[in-house]
């Protein structure tokens, strides 16, 4: 017989319940609406992270979206499910509250708080207490707890649920005899029934165990059935009650989208009134009193779009907190992105670049014909970001100011790992696969799979990797656990928790828990704090020079004239410069040869992947200008500072403007069609530009060219407004390296302990330059590098296992007198036989007059001599040198190979002279440093050591050889070919130091021709 009603499902766990479930929703929707069902629903557990994704596809797709949640509970300190769905908005708005504050579970009294307007149904999912009553078939207990709910909830079921098992069947009749209404449920934890084995490894995976443990939570036969199935299983009436709830289930998400809080000014008038009242001020500011009437005119202009657009408030917003930061000393950047082409965030402080000046559009930033919000994202140094976030959260309240959810999902390396282990696959097959998917960043397993030869056949040579590679691509992509998105914070007049869930992510710091994708249609407005780390050094060095060298410097003041700068720049000496650091820019700028500012911004525009084909061209140009040719006369103004290249996206936008009559507005959104590839509305607007083009006397087939010269370049071109923001940063640090290098290398340093590659690289440049940079001194070193006459003192904390518990304490009990007083206090305090020699392996006890093997070899019988002399008190401890002589100390020769092997170990690189760096200096100045052959291609010669080697066998069966060797500054891998280390095996030793002649063509790997051995 024919069904006279449509049955629904009313659970569903998704993906976005962590590791819990495998189903993706949009696959989920499209199933079930082939089953014939009308009505989707989604039940995460405990969460809400899919709702607007889930909402959004629904109605792409045409069906009915019910949103609801799984609920875990605590009633009389027992377990108590439920399943909570909302039947309007304020059900949802409920849903949101309630999720926000689960961390495990909630009580039952938080359920009955935040139930009103949903249906509320018993989970039924076999694990809480009320499961236990069914099982246990207790109807005392049932009738007692149901007639709670039914008095708790005002629509309450009692869900009638895993009736495929015959004994749940059986037990689950007891319900038929509560005076409830009951409901089919049939729980969904994956899509089809073999997705099972997907489940098993994702909870394999969440409780870092094997996919084989019998205790995992996973659930057989917990798979989408149809409507025929369910008709099997269950009563008519209890299938007829899940389309009654469906209809119940009404969300429209109408409710009260958020909006920026209004900014409350001093003078307590109007945003509007305010805001042009600063800006009035801040750009008499800006011209020391000499108003301009081209200045003038754009502020009033810029100021009618702000205040038409609704956007007063926003600029204030920004303007206060920035403000606040620099009340605080803290340094801000000096704008990013497209807001630095608006003269109203110059006039406000909130960026640095004159707009006017430098030619930057506003409509770049804020396009009046399209409504879209603006973005002004704000750069603060990295270790005081958060301090501005808790000064916008005290000041609009901890419920109005939110940070925002990002998820790390299963890519193909990280599911290859997870699965792997799971899986049980030995780490070193694992390892092989993950490597053999390195170089290729978001490429998916299959995509691996039918590109790789070496990867697909890896996979087929064994079944159980073959099984692996399946179940890694049944799990590709799905989220894995949540983090925090880098920069973003959200503002809301309201509560942000009226539209939009929240939790607690990296303990307690609050994010909205949809992602940024789906804010903005919420009301929501994204503003990003970014975390600089170069403006933490910009400001620790200007610091530094106020406070040793009474030197004040206001950074966005400085001379952007200054000749140092220039040659510094042109020279490629930019190792440690903000944007500059590369070996193609440094080769760029060594091309170049920038002499002024806006050369910079040429070489961040240009290095990018399709500009990079105009850099030949440029730099010709540049340096002949006879060679410049515009495509129209029209267009010399525009694109004479590049040499008549378009570069930059405002470039295009005022060729559409010059050329074809368009407003900036209307030019923006060419600019934008072209980049987005939108041909319909290109189309349009090619119409309309060469209309505008025939009025200023320009033939079709020249606006037609220029049109496709536009085209070309919008794809790639570079918003010059970030540009020249981000220039001026660079140009920053390259001015304090240029002329205060001392404490630009002693901040840089202090910004990278922790890594020994940096570190390395920026000591081995400071050697270059003749700055000294000391080893760590017991009685000199302090927390961080300091300046010490003229040279920089490495810090007792960049020795690995000198931690936070030891050098505060060293540091404290200074100066120690000699090597007996040091051991005394060393006793004294705690500090271990293998700190200390971690500290002689160092060099920080070399102060002492000994040589460190002689210190090693010597130390035990001293340690032995202090604790002899030592003198315990019951309220005292002493050390008495006349109980007994002090022992003689024997002297032994030290290695110098042995010697620079332990610093490396103890430091991460080589601080005093290499060995390899003393023979090159003064027995083979043809060899070139590692740290220069990075950068270099071609026959070259290198003096290295060998760190380690392994051998290989070849397709014929021939054995070759693959070298580590490393020197002062730098590693690379050496590659031996089968006839050479025929020649060559029995001379192959890890610490032995050679000569290599090679052929260099991969950026950190070298083929040997030739290998001469050398005795140290």
Not at 302 to 315: C, K, P
Not at 502 to 524: K, N, P, R
Not at 701 to 725: L, P
């Amino acid at each position: 017989m024919e069904r006279w009603y449509s049955m629904v499902h009313l659970h569903m766990r998704s993906s976005y319940s962590l590791l819990e479930s495998p189903i993706r929703l949009e696959s989920m929707i499209l199933h079930q609406k082939q089953l014939g069902y009308n009505h989707v629903c989604l039940t995460d557990h405990n969460v809400m992270y899919g709702t607007m994704e889930f909402y959004q596809l629904c109605k792409k797709h045409n069906v009915h979206a019910i949103i609801g949640l799984e609920v875990d509970s605590i009633y009389n300190e027992e377990p108590f499910h439920f399943i909570l769905l909302a039947k309007n908005d304020m059900g949802l708005q409920n849903l949101y509250k309630l999720s926000s504050i689960i961390k495990e579970n909630v009580s039952f009294d938080e359920v009955i708080k935040y139930a009103k307007d949903c249906v509320v149904l018993t989970s039924s999912d076999g694990k809480d207490t009320f499961s236990a009553y069914i099982e246990h078939q207790d109807l005392e207990k049932l009738s007692a707890f149901v007639e709670l709910c039914k008095n708790s909830f005002s629509d309450f079921y009692v869900s009638i649920s895993m009736n495929d098992s015959g004994k749940k069947r059986v037990d689950n009749k007891i319900l038929k005899q509560l005076d409830c209404k009951c409901v089919a449920l049939s729980r969904i934890l994956y899509e089809k029934s073999e997705d099972v084995k997907s489940l098993q490894a994702l909870r394999a995976i969440a409780k870092q165990t094997s996919i084989e443990n019998q205790g995992l939570d996973v659930q057989f036969q917990r798979y989408l059935r149809s409507p025929q199935e369910m008709e099997a299983l269950y009563d008519e009436c209890d299938l007829l009650a899940t389309e009654q709830i469906a209809r119940m289930c009404n969300v429209q998400m109408a409710f009260q989208k958020s909006k920026l809080p209004v900014f409350e000014n001093k003078l307590h008038i109007d945003s509007s009134d305010y805001l042009v009242k600063l800006c009035k001020k801040g750009l008499e500011k800006r011209l020391n009193g000499n108003l301009d009437a081209v200045y003038m005119n754009r502020l009033e202009y810029e100021l009618s779009v702000i205040i038409n657009m609704g956007f007063t408030d926003y600029f204030l917003i920004v303007w206060d907190f920035i403000r606040y930061a620099r009340s605080k000393d803290i340094f801000v950047g000096p704008g990013r992105g497209s807001a630095a082409g608006s003269l109203v965030a110059y006039c406000l402080g909130i960026t640095h670049i004159d707009p006017i000046q430098n030619n930057l559009l506003f409509e770049r930033f804020l396009n009046p014909s399209r409504i879209s919000m603006p973005d002004i994202d704000t750069d603060f140094p990295d270790d005081r970001r958060d301090e501005v976030i808790r000064y916008v959260r005290k000041l609009y309240g901890q419920d109005h100011v939110s940070h925002i959810v990002t998820f790390n999902t299963l890519q193909a390396r990280q599911a290859i790992r997870d699965v792997g282990r799971v899986m049980n696959i030995p780490a070193r097959i694992v390892d092989e696969l993950s490597k053999m998917l390195k170089n290729t960043p978001k490429i998916t397993l299959m995509q691996a799979y039918n590109d790789n030869a070496l990867f697909r056949k890896r996979i087929q040579s064994d079944q159980k990797l073959i099984e692996l590679f399946q179940m890694c691509v049944s799990i590709e992509g799905l989220p894995r656990h949540t983090s925090l998105h880098a920069a973003g914070i959200v503002l809301s007049d309201q509560p942000i928790v009226n539209v939009c869930p929240l939790v607690s992510v990296d303990g307690d710091i609050q994010a909205t828990q949809f992602t940024a994708e789906y804010l903005e249609d919420l009301g929501l407005i994204k503003m990003d704090f970014l975390g600089i780390r170069n403006l933490t050094t910009i400001h620790e060095i200007v610091t530094n020079l106020k406070e040793q060298k009474h030197i004040s410097l206001d950074m966005m003041k400085i001379n952007l004239k200054d000749a140092k700068t220039y040659q510094l720049l042109s020279l490629g000496n930019t190792l440690g410069v903000f944007q500059l650091e590369s070996s193609g820019i440094t080769s760029l700028l060594q091309k170049i040869q920038p002499n002024k500012f806006e050369d910079i911004s040429v070489v961040l525009a240009l290095y990018r992947p399709g500009a990079m084909q105009h850099i030949d061209t440029y730099i010709e140009r540049k340096k002949d200008p006879s060679k410049v040719v515009y495509p129209h006369p029209l267009l010399e103004p525009i694109l004479k500072e590049t040499y008549g290249i378009m570069i930059y996206q405002e470039q295009v936008m005022q060729t559409a403007q010059v050329i074809g009559g368009f407003s900036l507005a209307q030019a923006d959104t060419l600019r934008k069609a072209m980049s987005k590839k939108k041909l319909d509305v290109m189309q349009n607007l090619k119409e309309q530009f060469i209309l505008g083009a025939r009025k200023n006397r320009i033939k079709d087939s020249v606006s037609n060219e220029i049109f496709s010269i536009m085209e070309q370049f919008a794809g790639y071109g570079f918003n010059k407004s970030h540009s020249y923001a981000y220039s001026l940063v660079a140009y920053q640090m390259a001015y304090l390296k240029a002329n205060y290098p001392l404490y630009f290398y002693q901040s840089l340093l202090n910004s990278v302990i922790g890594s020994g590659v940096k570190t390395s690289q920026y000591i081995y440049e400071c050697k270059r330059r003749n700055i000294v940079v000391n080893g760590c001194d017991i009685n000199h070193s302090k927390a961080f590098y300091t300046i010490e006459q003229n040279s920089i003192r490495m810090p007792l904390q960049v020795l690995k296992g000198v931690g936070k518990t030891i050098y505060p304490t060293i540091i404290e009990h200074v100066p120690y007198t000699d090597l007996f007083d040091f051991l005394a206090k060393a006793s004294m305090y705690k500090i271990n036989e293998s700190t200390i020699r971690i500290l002689i392996d160092g060099g920080a006890l070399d102060c002492f007059g000994y040589n460190r093997a002689t210190l090693n070899d010597n130390l035990r019988k001293l340690m032995d001599y202090v604790n002899i002399v030592r003198i315990e008190d019951p309220n005292d401890l002493r050390f008495d040198f006349s109980i007994v002589s002090r022992p003689g100390i024997q002297r032994i020769k030290e290695n110098p190979i042995q010697k620079a092997q332990k610093e490396q170990y103890v430091y991460g690189f080589y601080v005093s002279e290499h060995p390899v760096q003393s023979l090159r200096m003064h027995k083979y100045p043809n060899c070139i440093p590692l740290l220069n052959a990075v950068n270099r291609d071609g026959y070259m010669n290198i003096l290295v050591r060998v760190a380690s080697f392994r051998t290989h066998k070849t397709k014929k069966g021939d054995w070759m050889c693959f070298m580590s060797v490393e020197d002062e500054a730098g590693k690379m891998d050496a590659v031996i070919m089968p006839r050479l280390y025929e020649q060559q095996k029995e001379n192959i030793q890890k610490d032995r130091i050679c000569l290599i002649q090679g052929k260099k063509d991969r950026p950190t790997s070298i083929v040997v021709n030739r290998i001469e051995w050398i005795e140290v």
